[in-house]
């Protein structure tokens, strides 16, 4: 489905993408490929990501479809607010969403559960927006002459504030779904601590006005992010597993 938010904001900004340096190649901006069959290609996408949906449990379709919604309107944002990668982090942080009901756990009725992905859901929100942030930053000069609104152009002057407070809301965030769901202390070393080692390191380096090394950070500064959550998350789910058969075996000899 990723593929198919690219396709279709690749569409939207068929004119647009012409006047900036760093997209002007795309098949769709440069005419290697028509809009029709771009649309087409787009539909094929969607339908293929209906079909592994399907694999999943049911109510997986129900929670799953309205993030079309959010897909198809993140190109349109860039043309009336200066903060579309909101939008796009909504739209791409849906899995944090879906994970829950793939592992059969209805959020309706599960409160503890709604708790945790909310906090989770808006953890990857905030996290999408900083690196978008900086991906924006490659663009500025062009997007002022294209008239396309970003949130680097609106805080142009302030982005490291910005970014400090987007990565202490995303670490805050991960760290409540942790309490939530009474994670180990390795979750929080290592996913919470991680993260904000990654993310203060990535602020500090990057370069704003250089848009080489934005898109340095903005390729690898994500995955030192997330290669830190995981981890966290994978020593996490060892040593729970460990401790539940440790208590296994107790109750076994008992």
Known sequence: MRGAGCTVNDLWDRNLDPQVARTRLRPIARG??????????????????????????????????????????????KRVTHYPQVVLGLAFSWGALMGFPALGIDLVSNGQALQAAACLYASCVSWTVLYDMIYAHMDIKDDVKAGIKSIALRHDKDTKSVLTLLAFTQISLLAASGVITGATPFFFMGSCGGAAATLGTMIWRVQLKDPSNCWWWFKYGCLFTGGAIVSGLAGDVAIRRSEERQGSATRELT
Do not use: H, K, N, R
Not at 50 to 56: E, G, I
């Open 32 to 77: 290697a490929i028509s809009s029709q069959a771009g649309l087409m290609y787009a539909g094929a996408q969607c339908l293929t990501g209906l079909a592994v949906l399907l694999q999943f449990p049911s109510q997986c379709l129900w929670y799953g479809v309205p993030s079309l919604l959010l897909v198809g309107t993140y190109p349109l944002a």
